[in-house]
């Protein structure tokens, strides 16, 4: 079963707009850790915002919130107020396991328009 | 300023011409990992290491070796490469102590073109 699932392989967004980007997650251990991070077009992997399992109150940095249900084992991206610069492919990940491991699902690509 | 380098950033080779990509990272992290990046697949790990001396598979370790003799260096070892093996390439590291909440920092990627 895939550790990470990002659903939306393309998503469009109106400037000044929100946009959600939904990524679910497997796991049965207790303890993890929730990650997203953007990849503009130049390559560059740049880390957004991060939601622990024990965490009570949905991460926020900024215009990024992380919409975190843990029962239903999601963590979605919201960006408000989008920007062009938004535009960009973005990641959810987990780590989690006595080797504290890494997973990343296969990525949103966001575009935001003028 | 903490980063995680590697090198080559671009490289064109041919089938079976051993080649090696080197990651280095200045942050005393304990844990460093490298991935490839193909469309629609996302990031996969090729191998990890959470230590010195400690390496461990990932989901698509055929075709690649690692090795960890110091905690900076993580290189990665493309012994017999075939085009299969073309791909975006990153190095990252973080550090473990033992929690999950550390994110990872990731290198500016390699590109490698397998002919």
């Known amino acids: 079963a895939q550790k990470i699932t990002q659903t939306q392989p393309g998503m469009f967004v109106q400037e000044k707009e929100a946009v959600t980007l939904d990524c679910t997650y497997d796991?049965?251990?207790?303890?993890?850790?929730l990650f997203w991070y953007k990849q503009p077009s130049s390559g560059e992997m740049i880390f957004l915002i991060y939601q622990g399992s024990y965490d009570q109150q949905n991460a926020t940095e900024g215009r990024y919130s992380l919409n975190f249900q843990k029962a239903r084992k999601s963590a979605n991206l919201v960006i408000s107020a989008s920007q062009l610069g938004d535009s960009a492919m973005y990641f959810c990940?987990?780590?989690?396991?006595?080797?504290?491991?890494?997973?990343f699902g296969t990525g949103t690509s966001l575009t935001v328009i003028p | 300023e903490a980063q995680v380098t590697q090198n080559p950033r671009y490289l064109i080779t041919v089938t079976g011409k051993k080649l090696t990509v080197t990651c280095s990272q200045n942050?005393?992290?304990?844990?460093m990992s490298w991935y490839r990046q193909d469309p629609g697949l996302g990031l996969r790990q090729i191998y990890y290491s959470m230590n010195v001396e400690v390496t461990d598979k990932g989901d698509v370790p055929e075709g690649y070796k690692v090795s960890r003799k110091e905690k900076r260096n993580f290189p990665l070892i493309l012994e017999s490469p075939s085009p299969n093996q073309t791909s975006l390439y990153f190095c990252?590291?973080?550090?473990?102590?033992?929690?999950?909440?550390?994110?990872?920092?990731f290198g500016d990627g390699t590109r490698l073109s397998i002919l």
């Open positions: 990940a987990m780590r989690e396991g006595p080797g504290n491991q890494f997973y």
């Open positions: 796991t049965s251990d207790p303890s993890y850790g």
């Open positions: 990252a590291s973080s550090s473990s102590t033992g929690t999950v909440n550390q994110p990872q920092h």
């Open positions: 942050m005393n992290h304990e844990y």
